[in-house]
């Protein structure tokens, strides 16, 4: 407002009381987001707060934790205690499941990556009627069940699924090829689950996309696959960045595909983290691999804020 | 704008094929599960015919019921208080000077979007594991609705906020210009023109609530199973199509909420 810079003698007085007013009530304006603030801070600042404390915990043995400083959780996330002589084993099987994780996250967010950019681009440049139709049809499976999503893969990969019937039906295999609980299963999953991710905030970039530009470009000669390379995907990276990241971050600490599709054996750091609450009764533990992860995904956020002018996109 | 030449600039080779597998590969298996939900056979794979009964018995099935309620109680509940909270902060956060710790509230809203399900899942049960160990305090099926309207907050959000950000001011000041106090102005100005936005956000917040796997399963104490849980406790049984019927009606009813919310969304913006 400018109100501020003006001296009051030049204002009237009922423009006065005017911003007064305005100025009062934007005050007040304020303690609206009080609510929302007060029930994100409680029930969800607090408890990562609580994971933080619990991650320098003990185990407790039935689950939970003995309010003991130690450092065991982050210890053990590394190493593990010798039965025999107490010395510390450097046990990488947890740094394995990390990894397998990132490396599922990043063919999952490339072949996103491959698949959307081509059909964001294409729903962009359809006319504005069919446009509609196309952002409906990838939003629709964007805030579908994701439980019910991945068990619709299950069904066709099952040995006794669609894919393995009709190979058998056909005669081209003999026995079905096992789909269901493999790597393969968890990859086919998470492509399937966060492609709209992909899509739709690579969609609203393009839509904006200035095609004068790519007409300038055609005009100096250059071909379809220079104007695509030096035109359309530099001016696209904004969208290109967002839809990275809405994939990786939920594909790095996916739960539900791995659950039902890696069946308990190939685990990811979202089903290792659960296994800690659950089975394996190490809260720490799995507080300080909650910690890790979360670690992850800062780096990947700070990587996103230092590539954009920071104006977050949510598809 | 029509004319055949500026079209032509605009087309990449394949990419019309490859947009095309994209939406074939996204509905699909969807389509395959719900069409098995009409299959009359016992096998959620061999086809036999079709039927309505898996329908029938998921819909008399005493467990679904009271899945079905506690789904409802949870998800109406924290939908309402979700879009009452978000409505408050987004009117608090845009029809405001900017004050200090703007950025920080906003962030805060945020946050659960930005953490990934399954962290929001553990530490919530960290929470409410502690303050049950220490006070003695249980809420019962309130654990859940709590849970649930942290992360619908931020979704419910996101199209208010942007509704009141794209909205004319000028009308706000004309009311102010006629003498309208502050409340009266934003009950008969803003908020009939926040409508569409705040209905649009509940429909969100509504989905992702009835939808909530991840922190359901974590969180939900004995007796407090959610349909998303209902599903996952009958795929460790001998499946038969009626888990497809049950998939297939939560399906559809995201789908109608999803249609309603990005309908109300579309008319505002063109």
């Avoid at chain 1, 379809?224 to 035109?231: E, F, I, K, N």
């Avoid at chain 2, 819909?59 to 899945?67: G, P, T, Y």
């Avoid at chain 2, 509230?105 to 945020?110: E, G, H, Q, R, T």
Wanted: glycine share 6%; proline share 5%.
């Amino acid at each position: 407002m400018t109100t501020a810079t003006l001296s009051p003698t030049t204002l009237s007085k009922a423009a006065l009381f005017e911003a007064q007013a305005v100025k009062t009530s934007a005050r007040r304006n304020r303690l609206l987001s009080l609510p929302a603030l007060i029930i994100i801070g409680i029930f969800g600042v607090l408890p990562l707060i609580i994971i933080c404390v619990y991650s320098f915990l003990v185990a407790a043995p039935y689950g939970g934790v003995q309010w003991q400083f130690s450092t065991d959780a982050y210890l053990n996330f590394l190493f593990q205690r010798d039965i025999f002589d107490d010395t510390l084993q450097f046990t990488p099987d947890f740094l394995i499941i990390y990894l397998r994780s990132f490396l599922f996250a990043v063919v999952t967010t490339i072949i996103c990556l491959l698949l959307g950019f081509p059909t964001a681009y294409f729903m962009a440049t359809r006319p504005p009627a069919q446009r509609n139709w196309w952002v409906l049809l990838i939003t629709i499976p964007f805030w579908s069940n994701l439980l019910v999503r991945t068990l619709a893969i299950m069904f066709i990969i099952r040995d006794e699924g669609l894919i393995n019937n009709a190979l058998l039906a056909l005669g081209v295999i003999d026995k079905p090829i096992t789909m269901l609980y493999t790597n393969f299963a968890i990859q086919l999953g998470l492509l399937y689950a966060f492609l709209p991710f992909m899509v739709l905030p690579l969609y609203s970039s393009l839509e904006k996309l200035d095609f004068r530009l790519v007409e300038a470009a055609y005009d100096l000669y250059a071909t379809r696959r220079q104007v695509l390379w030096r035109v359309i995907i530099p001016l696209s990276k904004p969208g290109i960045i967002a839809g990275c990241l809405l994939v990786f971050i939920p594909a790095l600490g996916a739960y539900v595909t791995p659950l039902i599709l890696g069946g308990g054996v190939h685990l990811m750091i979202g089903d290792l983290i659960a296994q800690q609450f659950g089975s394996g009764r190490n809260w720490p533990l799995g507080c300080a691999q909650a910690l890790i992860l979360m670690a992850a995904v800062l780096v990947a956020l700070f990587f996103y804020v230092r590539n954009t002018s920071g104006k977050v996109q949510h598809g | 704008m029509a004319e055949p030449r500026v079209m032509d600039i605009k087309d990449q080779p394949g990419f019309r094929s490859i947009a095309v597998i994209c939406l074939l590969v996204l509905y699909i298996p969807v389509l395959i599960l719900m069409i098995f939900s009409l299959n009359s056979g016992s096998l959620v794979t061999h086809w036999e015919g079709v039927t309505l009964n898996w329908y029938g018995s998921a819909l008399l099935n005493e467990e679904f019921h009271s899945a079905a309620k506690n789904t409802l109680i949870i998800s109406v509940t924290a939908t309402i208080v979700s879009t009452i909270c978000a409505t408050l902060a987004a009117i608090g956060m845009t029809r405001v000077k900017p004050w200090r710790g703007l950025a920080a509230a906003f962030m805060v809203i945020n946050l659960p979007l930005m953490v990934p399900e399954i962290i929001t899942a553990v530490a919530t049960l960290s929470f409410f594991a502690l303050i049950a160990g220490t006070f003695g305090l249980n809420f019962g099926i309130g654990n859940l609705i709590l849970a649930h309207t942290v992360f619908c907050i931020p979704f419910a959000y996101m199209p208010i906020r942007a509704r009141l950000e794209d909205m004319d001011l000028t009308l706000e000041y004309a009311a102010a210009d006629l003498y309208a106090t502050p409340w009266n102005a934003f009950k008969r100005i803003t908020l009939p023109l926040l409508v569409p936005g705040i209905m649009s956000g509940a429909a969100l917040a509504f989905i992702v609530s009835f939808d909530d796997f991840t922190i359901t399963q974590l969180v939900a104490g004995p007796g407090q199973t959610t349909l998303p849980l209902y599903i996952w406790n009958q795929i460790r049984r001998p499946m038969t199509p009626e888990i497809n019927a049950i998939s297939t009606i939560l399906l559809l009813v995201s789908i109608l909420f999803v249609s309603v919310s990005f309908l109300i969304a579309r008319r505002r913006a063109k």
